[in-house]
């Protein structure tokens, strides 16, 4: 066996070239339109989330209830009072973004 016949095969310098380039037109422009079409639906379903940067409660801190919470959203602060039986506001919350 020859030396040359026992080393590894040559990097290629065009690899896409090699494969074929197998995705099509078609397969490319549905995902150029579904991903973010799958965005916009999931966001105009679901909202988009806040943060909750500021809260006021009455009572010891392990023990408390909410009075009111902020929330910082896109649109700007947001001011919701829990309903009752709730006593806390959560962390992240999701405000209709339209």
Do not use: W
């Not at 006021?56 to 023990?63: A, N, Q, R, S, V």
Request: hydrophobic share 40%; aromatic share 10%.
């Amino acid at each position: 066996m020859r030396m040359t016949d026992r080393r590894r095969p040559r990097a290629s310098t065009t690899p896409i070239y090699d494969r074929g380039a197998k995705r099509s037109f078609a397969r490319s422009l549905a995902a150029v339109i579904l991903i973010p079409l799958t965005l916009y639906l999931t966001v105009a379903v679901f909202g988009l989330p806040s943060l909750r940067f500021q809260n006021t409660y009455h009572g010891t801190k392990e023990f408390r209830q909410d009075v009111s919470c902020d929330y910082l959203t896109v649109n700007g602060v947001i001011r919701i009072t829990p309903p009752p039986g709730v006593n806390q506001c959560g962390l992240i919350r999701l405000f209709p973004a339209f």
